[in-house]
């Protein structure tokens, strides 16, 4: 890869571009023709018409055109140069807080100067500041634009000037060049009436005039959709040619195990509801391949997810394999160990757990049972994955919560999950509930189950948004739950993204509720306690010992206490909504009426206010992340944005949505009918982004 990208630097010819602009153009990522072409502006201004200077409005962008009238050069304040520009209208001011010598000898009364930037209003009347700006002579006039103006981004060294001459070279040179072509088979692009791609190119690097640039900036335009659709259908075919290439490797093909499993679940105290039939089903047959089974199952909080693994694990030990679950967080890992130790131990079968906080003799232990075969489940958190771990026959991975672990991670955990010739099963669970066009998109790599439904008995937990001045109130509900022989979380959101003041915060709170509700046994818990600690406070409030748990936000994924029946969280304005929907659903779980009180700090923003009206509205996890989506889009919702790997250079999954079935159709026929146009392609669109692919 890094190879061919270096080939493709010294093969860059193109007019205008020496060793120099070169460097320049590698920061920005453009190594080829190509790349130049994929380069495409960030917005356009409209320097097509030369406005009067009298119709001047200040915050608006335009070109004007008049003869300089006079220049000063302030003795005081930042400005150096101040040109008083007349046409025949009125009077614009130009400011400069720096000049090079070459512009000095250039600004010159009666010079006649085409400007271009954004108008304001500033001591002496309308101006600009830093204009750019050419000069007109008789003899050398200057055609107006006549089309709108790309603005691009851009680097240090590399002005939007020399953008635009590089960009016109290119799409000069474009046409004879025979690197650049249509990948996609025209019968596919026919339909949809899209343009050609030197077209669409042209397009958007020089719109026309007539086209109104909002809905340039709202790319919906027919050219921009075209390469819209391009790039869509390469991230999805790159995710598609994932899943078959994993799915065409060797796996362990595991028998229906109906002993096990009905052993397990005579001793629960529920019965599985229709939605765990359906999802339990689907996994068994994928268990029966030779290949490797690659299966999100999406199912809101409280869905009932954990017995889906443990049951798909099952099959795996009654085949005489291992199978292992890991968890984002100790807190977590270590409430599965529990539950499977209750549920599994009477069965016969031997659980182990592992996290970077097991050492010394016990870690020796655990890995020695690993090893042997003797552990038959492990739990544990991605320390399950580190080099000293080897399994002596591993068949299974459930991975918990994945939304918490991110695509990147996903490839990474199949990669490293490889035994010795085949590659174990992989059941990955995430209560993340995302729209299912964008779930189709983002885990095209994956077949999906979903949960669409609860077990029964659960009264929706009703949510009251609380200023944090009627603290008083809250304490005195705590008292009463308490009374009544409820259980209560108060949880302590992040003050900032700092474990230690978190805890500091946490810690203090306990203080302060303990003195303020004297008669209540209170419990602690947060990221830096070690971890029997944890599991001790955690055991307590389990059962019963402790009636109010102050935490962190670690408790946001899958803690389990049913009769729990009161959430407080401070300050839930700096929460997302799917974070604030996981505390929620850590009540609501028995049979008893819950609530959840989300604290707030004055003054809320509008957006904030709006975020937790959500919260208030509804308890349906599907349609707190479709509006969440629509308030902080999809890199915030499904945790990528940091990472960037749902960064596309003009397509946006939400704004595009309504393309996607036509991007998946295209995929299909092109995965049947046209493979060889899959790599260029991704070459194309996914750069250096499609080697977590090679996983
Ligand atoms: P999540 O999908 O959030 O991981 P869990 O697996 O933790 O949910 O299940 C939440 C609670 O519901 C647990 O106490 C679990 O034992 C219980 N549960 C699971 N399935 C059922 C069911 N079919 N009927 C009743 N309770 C169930
Ligand atoms: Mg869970």
């Known amino acids: 890869m890094r190879h061919k990208k270096e080939s493709k630097t010294s093969s860059f010819r193109l007019r205008g571009v020496g060793k120099q602009i070169a460097k320049h153009l590698a920061r920005l990522e453009i190594h080829s023709l190509e790349d130049l072409l994929f380069h495409l502006p960030a917005r356009y201004q409209d320097r097509t018409q030369i406005q009067p200077i009298r119709t001047l409005i200040p915050g608006n962008e335009v070109v004007v055109e008049g003869v300089i009238h006079t220049v000063s050069t302030p003795s005081h304040g930042r400005t150096k140069l101040l040109c008083e520009l007349k046409d025949d209208t009125g009077t614009l001011y130009l400011r400069f807080f720096h000049v090079f010598s070459f512009q000095a000898d250039t600004l010159k009364p009666g010079t006649r100067l085409r400007c271009y930037s954004e108008v304001r209003l500033g001591q002496k009347g309308l101006e600009m500041v830093h204009p750019e700006f050419q000069i007109i ?51 596919l692009l026919q339909p949809l009436s899209f343009p050609a791609l030197k077209d669409a190119l042209q397009f958007v690097h020089r719109p026309p005039r007539d086209i109104p640039i909002p809905q340039l900036m709202e790319n919906q335009t027919l050219p921009q959709k075209r390469l819209i659709f391009e790039e869509l259908l390469a991230h999805r075919i790159s995710l598609l040619h994932i899943k078959q290439r994993f799915q065409s490797q060797a796996g362990v093909p595991l028998l229906a195990q109906e002993k096990l499993s009905s052993q397990l679940l005579t001793q629960l105290p529920f019965q599985l509801t229709q939605a765990q039939v359906r999802v339990i089903t689907e996994i068994r047959t994928d268990l029966l391949r030779p290949h490797p089974m690659l299966r ?26 291992q199978a292992a679950m890991m968890a984002p967080t100790e807190l977590l890992a270590e409430q599965h160990y529990r539950v499977m130790k209750k549920w599994l131990e009477p069965l016969g079968l031997t659980v182990a757990f592992l996290s970077s906080q097991i050492k010394g003799r016990e870690r020796t232990a655990t890995l020695k049972a690993i090893r042997n075969g003797e552990a038959q489940i492990i739990l544990g958190t991605h320390a399950l994955f580190q080099e000293d771990v080897q399994f002596a026959n591993l068949a299974l991975v459930v991975v918990d919560e994945q939304h918490r672990f991110g695509v990147h991670q996903r490839a990474l955990f199949r990669a490293k999950g490889m035994q010795a010739d085949y590659y174990p099963h992989q059941l990955i669970m995430t209560a993340t509930p995302i ?11 994956l077949d999906v189950s979903i949960i669409d439904e609860l077990p029964p008995g659960r009264t929706p937990v009703m949510t009251s948004v609380i200023a944090s001045s009627r603290r008083e109130e809250v304490i005195a509900r705590i008292q009463s739950a308490c009374n009544e022989g409820r259980q209560v979380y108060w949880v302590c959101p992040l003050i900032e993204e700092s474990e230690v003041l978190n805890c500091q915060a946490a810690t203090q709170t306990t203080e302060q509720l303990q003195t303020l509700l004297p008669g209540i046994k209170i419990g602690l818990i ?29 408790i946001e994924v899958g803690v389990d206490v049913p009769n729990a029946s ?16 996981q505390l929620r659903g850590r009540v609501g779980r028995g049979e008893v009426a819950s609530y959840c009180l989300l604290l707030y700090q004055h003054p809320l923003s509008e957006l904030a206010k709006e975020r ?11 349609q707190i992340a479709q509006r969440d989506l629509a308030l902080r889009g999809p890199g915030e919702v499904l945790g990528t944005k940091q990472t960037g790997e749902l960064s596309f250079r ?22 049947r009918d046209h493979v060889e146009v899959i790599e260029p392609l991704m070459e194309r669109w996914l750069g250096e982004g499609k080697e977590y692919g090679k996983v």
């Open 650 to 671: 003009v397509a946006d999954l939400i704004r595009d949505s309504e393309m996607l079935p036509q991007v998946h159709q295209a995929a299909e026929v092109i995965l």
């Open 566 to 581: 009161v959430m407080v969280i401070e300050n839930a304005e700096r929460l997302g909504l799917s974070q604030l929907h």
């Open 435 to 445: 729209p299912r066009t964008l779930a189709m998109s983002f885990y095209a790599d």
């Open 526 to 554: 947060h990221g830096r306690m070690r971890a029997e600690d944890k599991e001790a406070v955690m055991r307590a409030f389990q059962q019963g010992e402790l009636h109010l748990l102050v935490a962190t936000t670690v």
């Open 296 to 321: 999100l199952v999406q199912g809101d909080v409280g869905s009932g997810k954990t017995i889906i693994a443990v049951l798909a694990m099952l099959q795996a030990v009654g085949n005489n394999c």
């Open 612 to 622: 937790l009206a959500v919260m208030r509205e509804t308890t349906d996890g599907f």
């Open 137 to 187: 002579t008789p003899h050398r006039p200057i055609p107006i634009e006549h089309h709108l103006t790309p603005i691009y981004p851009a680097t240090e060294g590399l002005s939007q000037y020399m953008l635009r001459k590089l960009t016109s070279n290119a799409l000069a040179a474009m046409q004879n060049d025979p690197s650049l072509r249509e990948i996609i088979p025209t019968a």
